[in-house]
C-alpha cells in the first residue's frame, strides 16, 4: 500500500483504539479533541495525515457528543488531506430507530449514516449493528464485523457441557442460533406478548432448557430490562446456571443493580463501549474486541478481503 497506516481517536473510547493501534502495530496518532467554555467541541490533528490511510475510531453511544465529535474528526481529516478516511464505530448508536413503526418519527440511523457520509468518511467499519439493514443506509462501502468469534471462544474455553442458547426476544433469534451452532448446543425463545393495552407481558420460553446450562445472547444491554426479565423466566422453568452474552454494554439507568440481583452467574460484554468509569459488579467480564478490529484495518488498508473474519460466523 503506498500510503501510511494512521489511527486516530476520539474521546468516547481511547483504550480500545490505543489497544487496536498496538495490535496493528502503528502508534496512535497524537489528536486534540477539547471543548471550549461553553461546551463546543475543538478538534486539531497534531501530526500530519496528509495522503495516509486514516481510520477514526469512535463510538456513538450516549451523550450525543461522541457523534459530534466522530463528525468533526472526520471533516478535520478531510480538511488535512488524509487519503482515505475510515470511520470506524466499534458500536453504532441511534440504530434502534432504523424504520418508521409509528407515525411521525425519525429514521435516526439513516439520519446518522447521513451525517457521517456527508462529513467526508470514505467507508464505515462497524460491529454487530442492531440491525442488519442499517448496513445499507451508508453509500459508501461499510463493512459489518460479528462479535461471534470473540465470544464463541470464550464459551469454548468455559467447557460448558450441552449449553441452551436463549434469545431474550423475537429480534435476536439470527443471533442466538449462529451462536448454538457454534457451541453445539440448542436453542430456546423468550416470547413476550401483551394481551391488552396496560396489561402486565406474559412470557413463553419456546424449547427446552430445565436443567440446563443456559447463555442468554443479545447484541447490547442497555437497561437491562429485556435481559434480566429473560432470566428469570428460564430460571423458572428450571434452567441451571445462567450466562449472558452482550456485545454493547450500554449499561444506562439501574441495568447495574438489575443484573447484580438477576440470577445471572456470569455476563460477558465487549469493549466496544468505554466501561472503564462504571463500578461494574463482579459477575460482569469485560472481553476485548481490539484484535478483531486490528485485523479488520489491516486487511482494508492493504486491500485484502476480510471476510475471512466473519466466514460462517454471521446470523443464518
Given at each position: 500500500?503506498?500510503?501510511?497506516?494512521?489511527?486516530?481517536?476520539?474521546?468516547?473510547?481511547?483504550?480500545?483504539?490505543?489497544?487496536?493501534?498496538?495490535?496493528?502495530?502503528?502508534?496512535?496518532?497524537?489528536?486534540?479533541?477539547?471543548?471550549?467554555?461553553?461546551?463546543?467541541?475543538?478538534?486539531?490533528?497534531?501530526?500530519?495525515?496528509?495522503?495516509?490511510?486514516?481510520?477514526?475510531?469512535?463510538?456513538?453511544?450516549?451523550?450525543?457528543?461522541?457523534?459530534?465529535?466522530?463528525?468533526?474528526?472526520?471533516?478535520?481529516?478531510?480538511?488535512?488531506?488524509?487519503?482515505?478516511?475510515?470511520?470506524?464505530?466499534?458500536?453504532?448508536?441511534?440504530?434502534?430507530?432504523?424504520?418508521?413503526?409509528?407515525?411521525?418519527?425519525?429514521?435516526?440511523?439513516?439520519?446518522?449514516?447521513?451525517?457521517?457520509?456527508?462529513?467526508?468518511?470514505?467507508?464505515?467499519?462497524?460491529?454487530?449493528?442492531?440491525?442488519?439493514?442499517?448496513?445499507?443506509?451508508?453509500?459508501?462501502?461499510?463493512?459489518?464485523?460479528?462479535?461471534?468469534l470473540i465470544f464463541d471462544q470464550y464459551?469454548?474455553?468455559?467447557?460448558?457441557?450441552?449449553?441452551?442458547?436463549?434469545?431474550?426476544?423475537?429480534?435476536?433469534?439470527?443471533?442466538?442460533?449462529?451462536?448454538?451452532?457454534?457451541?453445539?448446543?440448542?436453542?430456546?425463545?423468550?416470547?413476550?406478548?401483551?394481551?391488552?393495552?396496560?396489561?402486565?407481558?406474559?412470557?413463553?420460553?419456546?424449547?427446552?432448557?430445565?436443567?440446563?446450562?443456559?447463555?442468554?445472547?443479545?447484541?447490547?444491554?442497555?437497561?437491562?430490562?429485556?435481559?434480566?426479565?429473560?432470566?428469570?423466566?428460564?430460571?423458572?422453568?428450571?434452567?441451571?446456571?445462567?450466562?449472558?452474552?452482550?456485545?454493547?454494554?450500554?449499561?444506562?439507568?439501574?441495568?447495574?443493580?438489575?443484573?447484580?440481583?438477576?440470577?445471572?452467574?456470569?455476563?460477558?460484554?465487549?469493549?466496544?463501549?468505554?466501561?472503564?468509569?462504571?463500578?461494574?459488579?463482579?459477575?460482569?467480564?469485560?472481553?476485548?474486541?481490539?484484535?478483531?478490529?486490528?485485523?479488520?484495518?489491516?486487511?482494508?488498508?492493504?486491500e485484502e478481503t476480510i471476510s475471512e473474519?466473519?466466514?460462517?460466523?454471521?446470523?443464518?
Amino acid at each position: 500500500m503506498p500510503y501510511e497506516l494512521r489511527i486516530v481517536s476520539g474521546n468516547a473510547n481511547r483504550p480500545l483504539a490505543r489497544e487496536m493501534a498496538a495490535k496493528a502495530g502503528c502508534a496512535l496518532t497524537d489528536c486534540e479533541v477539547s471543548r471550549f467554555s461553553d461546551g463546543e467541541i475543538f478538534v486539531q490533528i497534531n501530526e500530519n495525515v496528509r495522503g495516509t490511510d486514516l481510520f477514526i475510531v469512535q463510538p456513538t453511544n450516549p451523550p450525543a457528543e461522541n457523534l459530534i465529535e466522530l463528525l468533526i474528526l472526520i471533516d478535520a481529516a478531510r480538511r488535512a488531506s488524509a487519503k482515505r478516511i475510515t470511520a470506524v464505530i466499534p458500536y453504532f448508536g441511534y440504530a434502534r430507530s432504523d424504520r418508521k413503526a409509528e407515525p411521525r418519527v425519525s429514521i435516526v440511523s439513516k439520519l446518522v449514516a447521513n451525517l457521517v457520509v456527508a462529513s467526508g468518511a470514505d467507508r464505515v467499519l462497524t460491529m454487530d449493528l442492531h440491525a442488519s439493514q442499517i448496513q445499507g443506509f451508508f453509500d459508501i462501502p461499510t463493512d459489518h464485523l460479528y462479535s461471534s468469534l470473540i465470544f464463541d471462544q470464550y464459551f469454548t474455553r468455559e467447557g460448558l457441557e450441552n449449553p441452551v442458547i436463549v434469545s431474550p426476544d423475537v429480534g435476536s433469534i439470527k443471533m442466538a442460533r449462529a451462536f448454538s451452532k457454534a457451541l453445539k448446543g440448542s436453542l430456546a425463545i423468550v416470547d413476550k406478548r401483551r394481551p391488552s393495552p396496560n396489561s402486565a407481558e406474559v412470557m413463553h420460553v419456546i424449547g427446552e432448557v430445565k436443567g440446563r446450562t443456559a447463555i442468554i445472547r443479545d447484541d447490547m444491554v442497555d437497561t437491562a430490562g429485556t435481559l434480566t426479565e429473560a432470566a428469570y423466566v428460564i430460571k423458572e422453568q428450571g434452567a441451571g446456571d445462567i450466562y449472558a452474552c452482550c456485545t454493547h454494554g450500554v449499561l444506562s439507568g439501574q441495568a447495574l443493580e438489575k443484573i447484580e440481583k438477576a440470577p445471572i452467574k456470569k455476563m460477558v460484554v465487549s469493549d466496544t463501549i468505554d466501561l472503564s468509569a462504571k463500578a461494574l459488579p463482579d459477575k460482569i467480564a469485560v472481553v476485548t474486541s481490539a484484535g478483531l478490529f486490528a485485523q479488520a484495518i489491516e486487511r482494508i488498508h492493504r486491500e485484502e478481503t476480510i471476510s475471512e473474519l466473519f466466514s460462517g460466523l454471521a446470523p443464518e
